[in-house]
């Protein structure tokens, strides 16, 4: 019920009051709602049923269905009402229905569609009474539904795989994409690729048999597309994190696949001798990873109390006597280096390390695909 309306909505078990008007009971179950049209609540009278708040952002192929009872001589008219700002503001109604619709329930199903993406949704019935009592209006069995695009159980790869796969069996979640206007509402496959570092990324399909369209989305959902393409799509500037790559049907669409990511790295270092010693800062060096406690300053700890030269090391733990961390799993992470020009690299550090033995441990690895996948050279413990 809302309070812009002249009279109220009611729920009732059974038949309406007044004679030639109204239902005899309701369309499943034992209540529904309606509206009574007895004196005074003619002529034109206005009731308002108001739906809570829905968030169709990650929603495909939404609708709403229901049963509505139109019965009397008198009758006025239904309307079925939606608004995108939680209830701010309202467009023009999506149904409608106007007079004697006969003495029996009726159903009917409305197409949401232009409201995915929406993410404070309301809906309202919109009633109003005709000239006379004879314009008792029902409604009940309302079912809002539809498909959510779904990222469970995605097909982990990394820079460089080739990867072969189908998408039929495949559930579709996804009829549309926000960087597309694309029917792609086959069956779908959700890949993800992990970047450590800013990378361009491809996806590219190959060895296919029906119409396959690929996407890159930087979030879980079909409104989160940062790049698409019929067989190859590619995203520029990707920032370190996981992308969901989806292979998806073109009109229904699906079979099999062959996916191939490629990625390159945005900025790389390719002048040697490469020294740093953090005294300028980090030098696009990053720590990432789970519950990191790493710092970059001058160490103040009991045991590690100075840099190996000049004043800024990297930390773990703080730079300070701060609490041991636990759980963490984490790392200082460098730029891209290119050594297509060198033979026989050769990396050279200082390190101290304080280590509880077999609990605690610290590994030198190297990934060659942006730090999708990695390769552990050395380890202390």
């Not at 109220?8 to 078990?13: G, K, R, V």
């Not at 309301?122 to 959510?148: C, K, M, P, V, W």
């Not at 969901?244 to 002048?271: E, F, K, P, R």
């Not at 050279?348 to 077999?358: A, H, P, Q, R």
Request: net charge negative; aromatic share 12%.
């Amino acid at each position: 019920q809302v309070g812009d309306d002249d009279i109220n909505w009611s729920w009732l078990s059974g038949a309406t009051p007044s004679s030639n008007t109204g239902p005899a009971g309701a369309f499943s179950g034992t209540y529904y709602a309606y509206i009574e049209a007895s004196s005074p609540n003619y002529p034109g009278k206005e009731a308002s049923l108001m739906s809570p708040c829905f968030d169709f952002s990650g929603m495909s192929n939404p609708q709403l269905s229901f049963a509505y009872h139109m019965y009397g001589i008198d009758m006025g008219t239904l309307r079925l009402e939606a608004s995108s700002d939680g209830g701010q503001t309202w467009g023009t109604p999506l149904w409608s229905r106007t007079g004697n619709q006969g003495n029996a329930w009726q159903q009917d199903t409305v197409d949401l569609s232009a409201f995915v993406g929406q993410t404070s949704v309301r809906f309202r019935f919109r009633g109003t009474t005709g000239i006379d009592y004879t314009s008792d209006i029902a409604l009940d069995a309302l079912h809002l539904e539809g498909t959510n695009f779904s990222c469970q159980n995605p097909v982990p790869l990394a820079c460089g795989d080739v990867y072969s796969g189908t998408t039929s069996g495949a559930s579709s979640g996804a009829s549309a994409y926000s960087c597309s206007n694309w029917n792609e509402n086959g069956p779908e496959v959700v890949h993800t690729v992990t970047l450590a570092f800013p990378a361009e990324i491809t996806a590219t399909l190959s060895n296919l048999s029906v119409d396959l369209d690929v996407f890159i989305l930087d979030a879980c959902s079909a409104q989160s597309c940062v790049a698409y393409g019929d067989t190859s799509a590619t995203l520029t500037n990707a920032q370190p994190g996981t992308y969901y790559i989806v292979v998806d049907g073109y009109n229904g669409a699906s079979g099999d696949y062959t996916l191939t990511i490629s990625c390159q790295c945005l900025m790389s270092i390719a002048a040697f001798p490469y020294l740093e010693g953090f005294e300028s800062g980090a030098g696009g060096w990053a720590a990432q990873g789970s519950g990191s406690s790493w710092a970059l300053g001058t160490p103040a700890k009991t045991l590690i109390q100075g840099a190996a030269s000049g004043t800024n090391a990297w930390v773990s733990g703080g730079l300070g006597d701060d609490p041991y961390h636990s759980p963490e799993q984490s790392g200082v992470y460098s730029p891209c280096f290119d050594f297509s020009t060198l033979s026989q690299p050769r990396l050279e550090m200082d390190i101290w390390w304080d280590l509880e033995d077999g609990v605690d441990g610290v590994v030198l690895q190297a990934s060659t695909d942006c730090g999708s996948s990695w390769t552990t050279i050395g380890s202390y413990q």
